[in-house]
Each structure stands twice: as C-alpha cells, then as structure tokens.
C-alpha cells in the first residue's frame, strides 16, 4: 500500500510539473504599443473596440510603420463616435509619443467631449387614411428620443425603424418615411428632430394558405382564426391586418393538442411584388400529432407510493376533431379508470367536453368507491382557463369502525378559474399561479344535502438579486384555503371536503392525515387553511439545497382548526421533467420525522 501511494504521489509531481511546463512555454499575446484613453466612462470601450488602434493593439501581424498612419485614423475614427454618443461640441486630441530606447510607442486619445446635445424639438407629420391617426399617439410614445433626452445617432436610425415596424404590424405594410432631418447646434447642443411618414393604404388579412394538413380536417385550424380574410388580392371587406393577431393564432395552434410543430407568418414577398394588391396572404407550416397514442408509465411518490399508468388517446374521434383521452390509473392508494372527450378549440377560446370517472381511494382508514359523471364549457385564453361543469357524483364509503357503507351523491355546478404567469410551467424561477373554485348544489335536486364550497390555491416564485446575499436563490410562498356552507359534512361527498397534509401541502406529515376523525378514520372537513414559505439556494450545476417552514390544518368547523406546523430541509434536481425533490421534514404535532420524494409542483 506504501509503494502504491508512493507512486501515485510521483506520478501526480509529474503531471503538475508538465502542466507548469506547458504555462510557463505558452506565448502570451503581447502588446504592440501602449494606448492611454481620457475620455467619459461611455466612450472608452466604444473607441478600444471601434478603432484601428484599439483592434491592432495586440494583432500579431502588426508593422510598426503603420502605427502613424493608425493615429491619423484614429482622429477621424474618435470624432465619429464621440458625434454619434452626442457630444457635437465635443474635441478629440490623438498624440504618439516616439518609443524610448527598449520601450513601445505610447498612444494617447483625449476627448473633451463638452456638453451633451439634448433633443429640443421633435416633430412627427403623419400622412395617410383616417385609420393611421389613431396611430399617432403610439408612435410617439414608441418614439426613443422625446424632447428633453440625450441624443444619439444610433438611436436616431433605430428609431425610425421602429416606427415603421409599429405601423407594418398593424396592417400599414407599405409604410415608408418620405423626410427625416436632424439639425445639430453643437453651440447651443441643441437637436431639432423633424420624421415624415406616410402610412400607405391599410392592408386586410387574405387568404390563408395551409401546409402540412393530412390527418386532420382544416375547418380545426380556421376556427381558430378571430379574423375575417377579404375573398381576393385586391378585394375589400377584410378585416386589418395584424401581426399580434397572428401571434396568438399561432399561439392557440399550438395549445389546440393536434400539433407537434406550428409557424405562422404573413407573406410579405407577395405584397411587396404588387404593389396594388390590398391583403396579406397567410401562411401556416403545420406539423401534425398522430391520431392515436397509446401510453405506458410507472412512477413512485413519497404519498402515493408506486404508480402505473396506461392510456390511450385519440385525437380525430369519429373523424370530427374530438380529443378522446382514456386511461387506467393504479396507485398504491388509489384505482382510477377515466374517459373524456374535448370538442376541438373555437377562436374565441371556448369548447366543451364531457366525461366519467370511477374510483376506489382507500387512504387514512377511509375506503371510498366513487363514481363520477360530468360535462361542461372550457375557455382558454393566453395565460388563464375557467371551465363551466355539471357534475353528478355517487360515493359509497366505509370507515373501519362502521359495519354499514355510508352512501352519498351530489348534483354540483362548479365554476373553475386558474391562471399561470409564470417563466416556465416545467420548471419555474418567476412568476406566480392562482387558482379557485366555486361550487354548489342543492337537496332534492340529484343531492342529498344542499352547500357551497369554495376554494383557493396560490403559488408564487421570488428569484433572489444576484448581488445579494440570497444571490441566485429562490423563494417559493403557498397559501391555501376552503371553506364548505353547509349545516353539516355528513352526505356531502369526500370530493367536496377537505383533507391536507404530505409532500405538497405540509410536510412532516402523512398524505392526507390532517383532518376530522371519524370512526376510526381521518375524512375530509369543511375548513381548510395552511401557508407554506421555502427557499433553494444553488450548490451545484442542476442542484439546490432546500429549507421550509409548513403550516395549515383542515377541520370540521373554524372553532375546532388548529395549526400544527412543519419544517425541514431538502435538496432539488432540476431535471428535464421539473424538480426532483427530496425532503427530510419533522412534524412538530407528531413528534416525529418524514422523508418527501416528489417531481415537479401541484399548481
């Protein structure tokens, strides 16, 4: 053992000693001469970056016999840029000082740049339709370089590009800037800005020219389309074109289910080769789903224990564009059967779809087989959904205390809100996501007993300053909240109530092992509240350490709820399919530790 840590400590000198070696022999890029700038913070980097002196400081290529010609350049090369910064009145000074014996050559670039020239005047003319001058109010807010600010060159041209984008988007697309003047007073450093624009005529949305439909009919895609297309080149009646109506066609293509890949763009070489033509064609490249999709996964959660899922999907059932998703669903808790079907996406959002469910839950002693039944009107719409539904819920229910099945059933009518701002729904760092839901139903309506419930759930992701202390890090809050009206839980289906506890609600304790005892069991009650608040800290690539505070309850009334509280520590593996969380938790009302696996989060 002796020699082999002998040799292996040999053999590592080696190693150091070669790569030293190989350091020490490396020709370093030396400079050719020296160049001192005096100039504002702003434009040094600009006059090392944009000068032939800057560029060739350290070029191995470099023939001293240039440096003179370098520095004539430079003189011109400065000015330009200390102009297009705004100092008009501004002075450059460019110096070479002859090499001493054993010394380089030093360059030196003073700019006495003087007062900055401020935009004093701007003035916008607008020519064109009736419908361009409602316009003017946006192009002048778009506008870059208003009265009273710096100006620059660069923004001046910038500016003038934006304008024309702004008008293009909306439906201007042979907008065209027929005068700009920029007078420059470097005595007074003063700018008088004047742009004339004329607008052009305002084009319609044309025909749209699909590419890539096999498997599917084309009406899914043209109900998806909120505008009215004028029937030819150079018809009226059309609705304006716009290119934000675009992005959220193409958007709502993408969310609709049947594609895989989806562009959407206007064919600007067609407008651009008639100039009479009065419509912008369309164009959308689909690439589509396949009809069918049969499904096979197995999983594991700290709550629910092993799990194996197989489902099968059908996205044109009976050749109408109807979404099929079915499937089986084993858990060590739980066993679920499901089918829905989901008409295709409207352009106004909405669709509607129908289903059933069975399933037999056995947790926390409370055996409970339901069935379900239910149908109803989605709408989707960039960041937010809510569904309309009608259920009818039948339940059967045994407690380990009971000798007789406790049967209840429920006509509800929900209404559910969700929206997600967030960065990433796999994977958020900001943002936040807000749930809720109303519901109720009625006794002698399909019920066994008449209430309300009402539900909330928000989640918000704080991503820590890097300069912090917290630097890179992230906070994560939760607050959730129930509460059912009703003269009493009993003949009010489980569905309805409300249980917590476990890996994503509080931690410390079992899955759903907070909430009313009952014959042995723990059932759900008809208040809920709890907070949860965690912070990840980086410390590796992919990899975050973890701690949290948990607190809430779920009671039968507000009289009897009583906090208990649970916190811990835990790592995080951001990995393709969310964060992989491992967390060790203490419940404080149990006196006693937990280990927490999960993937992703519950929104």
């Known amino acids: 053992m002796a020699r082999l840590q002998a040799a292996a400590s040999a053999a590592a000198s080696v190693v150091v000693f070669l790569l030293a070696a190989f350091a020490f022999a490396a ?18 980097a600009p006059l090392r970056s944009r000068t032939l002196l800057g560029r060739w400081l350290e070029e191995p290529g470099f023939d001293r016999e240039q440096l003179p010609l370098f520095v004539e350049r430079a003189k011109e090369e400065a000015a330009a840029i200390v102009r297009a910064a705004g ?32 935009v004093n005047r701007f003035e916008l003319t607008l020519d064109g339709p009736s419908s361009v001058q409602p316009m003017r109010e946006t192009l002048v807010e778009r506008w870059p ?36 003047r920029a007078e420059v007073d470097p005595r007074l450093t003063a700018a008088s800005l004047a742009l004339r624009i004329d607008a ?33 080149e150079r018809a009226s009646g059309g609705d304006p074109y716009s290119f934000d109506e675009l992005l959220a066609f193409q958007a709502r293509l993408r969310g609709s289910g049947y594609f895989d890949g989806v562009s959407v763009l206007p064919d600007l070489a ?8 009065t419509t912008v064609p369309v164009l959308v490249e689909l690439t589509e789903r396949k009809t069918k999709r049969a ?66 839950l056995d947790v926390q002693g409370e055996l409970t087989d339901k069935q379900t039944l239910f149908v109803g009107q989605g709408k989707h719409a960039e960041d937010t959904e809510t569904f309309v539904s009608l259920q009818y819920q039948i339940e059967q229910r045994t407690l380990p ?46 019920s066994d007993r008449s209430f309300a419930r009402l539900y909330t759930r928000m989640m918000r992701f704080w ?33 309805n109530l409300f249980r917590t506890g476990g890996t994503q609600s509080i931690r410390g304790y079992e899955y759903l092992s907070l909430g009313v005892r009952e014959a042995g069991a723990i059932v759900g009650g008809r208040v809920l509240a709890l907070a949860s608040l965690e912070y990840q800290h980086p410390i590796a690539p992919k990899w975050y350490g973890a701690a949290f505070i948990d607190v809430g309850d779920a009671a039968d009334r507000w009289p009897d709820y009583r906090a208990v509280w649970g916190y811990g520590a835990g790592v995080r593996w951001h990995s393709p399919i969310g964060p992989v969380s491992l967390d060790l938790a203490y419940g404080e009302a149990v006196k006693r530790w937990r280990l927490h696996l999960s993937v992703g989060y519950a929104f």
């Not at 319609?204 to 998806?224: C, N």
């Not at 651009?272 to 033509?277: F, H, Q, V």
């Not at 999907?313 to 989901?342: I, M």
Request: hydrophobic residues 40%; charged residues 25%.
């Open 401 to 446: 205390l009971t000798v007789d099945d406790d049967g209840r059933r429920a006509l509800t009518l929900g209404y559910a809100w969700n929206r997600r701002r967030l960065d990433s729904v796999i994977d958020p760092r900001s943002g936040y996501s807000i749930s809720a839901q109303v519901s109720g139903a009625a006794r002698g309506l399909g």
């Open 200 to 232: 052009g005529p305002r084009l319609a949305f044309g025909p749209m020219i699909v590419k890539g439909l096999e498997r599917y009919d084309r009406s899914i895609v043209e109900a998806l389309a909120t505008w009215k297309e004028a029937p030819g």
């Open 295 to 360: 499904m096979f996964g197995i999983g594991f959660s700290s709550d629910e224990g092993a799990r194996g899922l197989l489902g099968y999907e059908h996205r044109n059932l009976f050749d109408r564009g109807w979404q099929l998703e079915s499937g089986l669903l084993w858990q060590a808790v739980r066993r679920r059967a499901f089918a829905s079907v989901r008409t295709p996406q409207q352009a106004s959002g909405h669709y509607y779809q129908a289903g059933a469910r069975i399933e037999r």
């Open 87 to 118: 100092y008009f009145s501004g002075r450059v000074a460019v110096s070479l000082d002859d090499a001493r014996a054993g010394a380089l050559p030093r360059v030196r670039i003073v700019v006495d740049a003087g007062a900055r020239t401020t």
């Open 145 to 180: 370089l208003p009265e009273g600010s710096f100006f620059r060159t660069a923004e001046w041209e910038q500016g003038k590009r934006l304008l024309l984008d702004v008008l293009q988007q909306h439906g201007f697309l042979r907008a065209r800037i027929v005068e700009s």
């Open 463 to 495: 991503p820590m300053p890097r300069e912090s202390v917290l630097g890179d890090g992230l906070l994560i809050g939760l607050v959730e909240a129930g509460y059912v009206l009703a003269t009493s839980r009993q003949d009010i289906p489980s569905e």
């Open 270 to 277: 067609a407008v651009e080769a008639d100039p009479e033509r």
């Open 27 to 44: 020709p370093a890029l030396a400079a050719n001469y020296e160049l001192e700038i005096d100039a504002p913070d702003e434009l040094v």
